[in-house]
């Protein structure tokens, strides 16, 4: 069988060779069930992607899509006996400065995207903490999110358009460079967060806005958890702030030790805010968060309208997940809730790291109300390890019955699949189920993912 799919590819698209195929086995959640893959296709065009697909669904051979494989739920882990059709040598950008668009192949990283746009005075604003690693296609796939979205929104504000390869090899065109279009059914979101199940998206049409202007930027201090999640619906409930980011103390901590930056060690909580309206708005609303975070008990607080001074926080925030790593394996979570209930969430986080003894830290992107609560621990120990998975299900199940979600940004992948119905119910699960039944039925597209 793949003998035929070699022969209708140019060489070396197909990889077979064992070590490659191994580095693809996992994504960033390293999923110790991963298979390992019959090949590693690596097309560079659309034509090359439905090839694929119309040799899986002759042949009902399951095809995971990859973009860079930083995904944090399991979504690209690789099946036995199955493709990885990794995105990784699609990468063509075309930027249009007049429609303010971008039409951008998947394999191209976020952080390039950036910069090819800012070369023409634009910006892509969605930005994952992973923006230097993970792909564009990725980010469509799974409608990452990121530090700014709290004001700029996630991934799919910013998709006018997608060509998509369909799991029978059909290449659609949904959408395109225009700022308002509503005919037929709103095809182009239905792929956005799907995860690589419905299809595989070969390109996006981006929309692009002026670039962001200079931020103030504001840190704060605490000590308490619960004290600086009060501030974020305080501040939510009255300004738009461009960022609004928490970390606890074990992911200061986690930091300093790489960084070296003189964060303050003892403080239970720590929030980098900012805000990037033009002049003296942006000032101003620095300054009432800063006054918020002394209201609600800032142990110290510190702003700064110098950008390089305010990105070093920046940085030291998005550094949390590989700093935290550093202490043990993670089994990372991506739940969140309607903000009232934030201080809630990471009480209860607290309680079951208690109750379960396990080392779980907390960072999370406040203002949206997502949080990543990091639950640390030694696969060598078994007790522990199970301890650990346990509490990754309780967080899940407190999420839901604060009213929130299992994923905020990452995904359902692999992982977090068990907890789906709990949270969306048993007829919205049948209608997704029924949607992928109808673009997907040999169900050869991510199978065991996300649905
Ligand atoms: C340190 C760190 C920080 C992170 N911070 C954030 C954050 O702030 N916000 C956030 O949202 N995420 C974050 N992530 C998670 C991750 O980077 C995002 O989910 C990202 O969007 C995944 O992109 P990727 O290219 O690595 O995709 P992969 O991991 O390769 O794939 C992710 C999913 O998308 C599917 N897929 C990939 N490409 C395609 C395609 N072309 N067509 C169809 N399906 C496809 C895969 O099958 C899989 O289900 C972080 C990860 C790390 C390691």
Not at 352 to 362: D, F, G, H, N
Request: with cysteine.
């Amino acid at each position: 069988m793949l003998s035929e799919l070699i022969a209708e590819l140019p060489e070396g698209v197909v990889v077979t060779d064992p070590d490659i195929l191994a580095s693809y086995r996992q994504d960033r959640a390293a999923d110790p069930s991963a298979g390992t893959p019959l090949a590693v296709v690596r097309p560079t065009r659309t034509e090359e992607v439905q090839t694929v697909l119309r040799w899986a669904s002759a042949h009902r051979i399951a095809v995971v899509p990859r973009g860079a494989g930083t995904g944090l739920s399991g979504g690209a882990t690789a099946l036995d006996g199955g493709v990885v059709l990794s995105t990784e040598k699609m990468r063509d950008i075309v930027v249009d400065p007049i429609t303010r668009t971008a039409v951008v192949q998947p394999g191209l990283l976020n952080a390039e995207v950036k910069k090819a746009v800012a070369a023409h005075g634009l910006w892509y604003p969605p930005d994952p903490s992973s923006y230097e690693i993970c792909s564009i296609g990725g980010n469509v796939a799974t409608n990452a999110g990121g530090l700014c979205c709290v004001k700029y929104g996630v991934t799919t504000d910013y998709i006018l358009g997608l060509q998509v390869v369909l799991a029978d090899g059909t290449a659609v065109r949904l959408g395109g460079p225009r700022l308002k279009d509503v005919a037929g059914l709103s095809l182009t979101k239905l792929f956005v967060g799907s995860e690589g199940t419905l299809g595989v998206v070969t390109e996006a049409t981006l929309r692009l806005l002026p670039p962001q202007h200079p931020p103030c930027t504001v840190v704060a201090t605490f000590d308490s958890v619960e004290a600086a999640a009060s501030a974020v619906v305080k501040i939510t409930g009255t300004i738009r702030p461009a960022m609004l980011e928490f970390m606890d103390s074990v992911a200061i901590n986690a930091v300093e030790d790489k960084l070296r930056m003189g964060l303050d060690r003892t403080a239970a909580a720590m929030m980098v805010a900012a805000s990037d309206d033009r002049g003296a708005a942006g000032a101003d609303d620095a300054a009432f968060m800063a006054a918020v975070f002394t209201e609600h008990g800032a142990t110290e607080v510190f702003s700064t309208a110098d950008p390089d001074e305010g990105e070093a926080f920046v940085a030291a925030r998005r550094f949390a997940i590989p700093a935290v790593e550093a202490k043990g394996t993670l089994l990372l979570e991506d739940v969140g809730v309607p903000l009232p209930a934030l201080a809630a969430l990471v009480g209860g986080v607290a309680e079951i790291a208690a109750q379960r003894r396990v080392l779980i830290s907390v960072i999370a992107h406040a203002g949206d109300g997502n949080t990543h609560p990091l639950i640390v621990f030694d696969p060598s120990d078994a007790d522990e390890a199970q301890r650990a998975q346990l509490a990754f299900g309780e967080i899940m199940d407190l999420a839901i019955g604060l009213g929130g979600t299992i994923t905020g940004e990452h995904g359902v992948g692999r992982l977090k699949r068990p907890w789906l119905a709990g949270q969306i119910g048993p007829d919205a699960l049948a209608l997704n189920q029924r949607i992928k039944q109808a673009l997907d039925p040999l169900n050869i597209l991510n199978p065991g993912a996300a649905i």
